[in-house]
């Protein structure tokens, strides 16, 4: 009952309907994506208002091989495939929920989203995926389409003629399941370099820690800003380790006091990473994720006891075979090739082992993307926002602080280093971090490098008809296995006339070693193919007339 907060602690329709609004929300573009944090000033609001827009940028992801899915522009049935994927989330919603013919003893009476509402989304939302995986991947597809899938599955057969109470407690456990998934997934990826570089600015970026503890996690800031022992203590224990024992706890304990303390560790986890407002967190899911651990795991009276609902007492195992196969292919994938996947299916949430990008363009060039459809850069932003205008060099700084933030993370200090290596021009230029330019012109951005790489790039170019060198991008994929220490991280340089020039690798190793200055210079890169025709600026000389000469 929704006049009844307790109720939702023992009814597993709670789950359900969570996921659906979630889903909802993110796909319009109220929750993870919304507002300054993602490069929304004014109006804070992305995604709806690009994607009901014919005439805006999409991104098919096999537009080449997939006949129906090719182009880059927005047409009138995508607006409508779009609008249909709204309604389709808004079905189960409006459908009453259908009572479960057979619990066990000691469980509330149950109440299931009926099992045949969920069959629209799970058609539309891929489809639409197709057409656009910024739409795809914006809706959080790889944390709420599972629970769709197995609420039509198994939700029909809890509510079928002749279920057992056995069939519940299967689905119970498989939404256990993929919560789990995603904890550990999510804990498996932070393993490696990458992440302890994410724990000093997102603790400094927190309101609610004083200045000696944010001063504490560096070793001696402001001279030597790499993480301290503290920042590695909180990285690898009380983040990997705790994200994945802990959510293994849960899943394999069948003891309810156990449970109960898990659920209470993996809550203050979620309230501590809400606490630190890091940038684009999605501060919804992690009440969502924390909330739902006390749902399944807290051993609420009449709710689902972990020793009734344990993985132990799963009827036809069998079943949990494509269960696990379904939820670990993102992350297997992901982790192997990250070139394949995107991040978020990979589950690598705020793991600092990012595809990312940084621009750099001339002078004038940031003033053009305004000529893209629905585009406004977001220094024009910050300089009208209504209650707090900008001045122009405000906006500027607040720009470039998103340049030095991404400086912070591994990642950044390689494709700084590669601008500096390609352009003698670089101080006269514009620098811009790639995915606060992206949110700007797909309207939406979650930390996914993928939707700002060469192919947004030909998109920009096509419309733009940029000179050679006005637009250069350096770009770096996600680091395969990061656990091999030795694993090198592919980086590209890519111009918006020209399309890639130089493809390349670097040592995470250089890059964390270094501070996000660059006091040493760049970090070495190794080159491994550069267009033919091509020289870096970087490698020009004058002649006496003053002119660039090779």
Avoid at 154 to 170: R, W
Wanted: hydrophobic share 50%; net charge negative.
């Amino acid at each position: 009952e929704f006049t009844d907060p307790m109720s939702w602690f023992t009814q597993i329709v709670t789950y359900q309907k969570l996921a659906v609004w979630l889903m909802f929300l993110e796909v319009v573009g109220l929750a993870g994506a919304f507002g300054p944090l993602c490069g929304h000033f004014a109006p804070m609001l992305g995604n709806i208002r690009y994607w009901v827009r014919p005439g805006t940028i999409r991104m098919a992801p096999w537009g080449r091989r997939l006949p129906g899915t090719g182009g880059d522009e927005r047409t009138v049935g995508d607006v409508l495939l779009y609008l249909v994927v709204l309604a389709s989330l808004l079905y189960p919603l409006i459908v009453s929920a259908v009572p479960v013919t057979a619990v066990p003893d000691g469980t509330d009476p149950q109440e299931l989203i009926p099992a045949y509402t969920f069959i629209p989304i799970l058609i539309a939302m891929p489809l639409m995926g197709l057409r656009d995986k910024v739409i795809f991947l914006a809706a959080r597809s790889e944390q709420y389409l599972p629970i769709f899938l197995w609420s039509a599955i198994l939700g029909a057969v809890a509510l079928s003629d002749g279920a057992t109470s056995s069939d519940f407690v299967n689905l119970v456990i498989v939404f256990k399941v993929i919560i789990v998934v995603v904890w550990v997934g999510a804990g498996v990826s932070k393993f490696g370099q990458h992440f302890l570089m994410v724990i000093p600015p997102m603790i400094s970026n927190s309101p609610g820690q004083p200045y000696a503890v944010k001063k504490a996690h560096y070793r001696d800031a402001p001279n030597d800003i790499r993480p301290s022992r503290i920042a590695w203590f909180m990285a690898h224990v009380a983040g990997t380790a705790v994200e994945i024992v802990v959510p293994l706890v849960l899943l394999f304990v069948a003891n309810s006091v156990v449970a109960l303390i898990a659920a209470i560790i993996i809550v203050g986890f979620h309230l501590f990473i809400t606490s630190t407002f890091p940038l684009a967190v999605p501060l919804e899911w992690n009440v969502f994720f924390g909330f739902i651990a006390i749902v399944l795991w807290g051993g609420v009276s009449g709710g689902f006891d972990a020793a009734t609902y344990s993985i132990w007492h799963f009827q036809n195992a069998w079943i949990l075979v494509p269960v696990f196969a379904l939820a670990l292919v993102g992350p297997v994938i992901g982790n192997l090739r990250p070139d394949l996947i995107s991040f978020l299916p990979s589950m690598r949430q705020y793991a600092g082992n990012w595809a990312s990008a940084v621009w750099a363009m001339r002078p004038g060039i940031e003033e053009r993307l305004n000529e893209l459809p629905l585009v406004e850069n977001q220094v024009d932003q910050l300089q009208r926002m209504a209650l707090t205008p900008y001045t122009r060099d405000e906006a500027d700084v607040t720009q470039q602080k998103a340049v030095g933030w991404r400086s912070m993370h591994s990642q950044g200090r390689g494709v700084l280093s590669a601008l500096f290596e390609h352009l003698d021009d670089i101080e006269d230029r514009t620098l811009r971090e790639g995915e606060f330019m992206c949110n700007t012109i797909v309207g939406w951005n979650f930390g996914d490098g993928h939707m700002h790489d060469e192919r947004l790039i030909a998109s920009i170019q096509k419309r733009l008809d940029l000179k050679p060198g006005d637009l250069v991008v350096a770009y770096c994929e996600s680091q395969a296995t990061p656990w091999k220490y030795d694993t090198p991280q592919h980086y590209r340089v890519i111009d918006a006339a020209l399309g890639v020039v130089e493809r390349g690798t670097w040592q995470v190793a250089d890059c964390v070693k270094e501070q996000p200055w660059l006091p040493n210079g760049p970090i070495p890169l190794d080159v491994r193919w550069t267009a033919p025709g091509f020289v870096r600026r970087s490698t020009l000389t004058s002649s006496a007339d003053g002119t660039a000469v090779r």
